[in-house]
């Protein structure tokens, strides 16, 4: 995008993705400074990561970030979107960054019928409170998944992992 990127990773270890992203805060940083002829750092702000639930939300944060580029008014198409993952799972260009998912694999067994799948479900309309959700875990890297998950997850950590209710309770006589 032209103003943030986003990355779907699964990480092997716990600082596997922090690693990634400060290689890129040393090395591409450097390259786009010299190539480019400016100094100091490249983005606003720090990364923010997003512990996602995939057994419910993997195909829902594909779906969003593979059609980012046309909701934004980018492109027509997610084919057309030259940094985007949707040539490989959807259309089967090979692309030596994407390594594809354990749930992607288990769309279909044979390849073209998994890339006919993926296509199906990028062809239904994302939900909008999904795509809320979404937006909303990725800009305040809150944990995205279903109340399980977040209780497990919070526990796991000792702390919040999802924005707490607003407000309180004035009507019940606790609160008086």
């Given at each position: 995008m032209t103003n943030h990127v986003h990355l779907l990773m699964t990480s092997h270890d716990g600082m596997g993705i922090g690693k990634v992203m400060q290689s890129v805060g040393r090395k591409y940083v450097r390259y786009f400074n010299h190539r480019y002829g400016h100094s100091g750092t490249l983005w606003e702000g720090r990364y923010r990561v997003t512990l996602i639930d995939s057994e419910h939300y993997l195909f829902s944060c594909m779906h969003y970030i593979e059609l980012n580029p046309v909701r934004a008014g980018m492109v027509d198409q997610a084919s057309a979107y030259p940094w985007s993952s949707y040539k490989c799972n959807a259309l089967g260009k090979q692309d030596e960054l994407v390594t594809p998912h354990l749930a992607y694999?288990?769309?279909?067994?044979?390849a073209d019928d998994r890339r006919a799948a993926y296509r199906a479900c990028l062809r239904a309309v994302l939900d909008v409170t999904t795509a809320d959700e979404i937006r909303e875990?990725?800009?305040r890297a809150w944990v995205l998944g279903c109340d399980r998950f977040k209780a497990e997850i919070e526990g796991q950590l000792g702390r919040r992992v999802a924005p707490s209710t607003r407000g309180g309770d004035r009507k019940s006589s606790v609160a008086r």
């Open positions: 694999l288990g769309l279909a067994g044979v875990a990725t800009n």
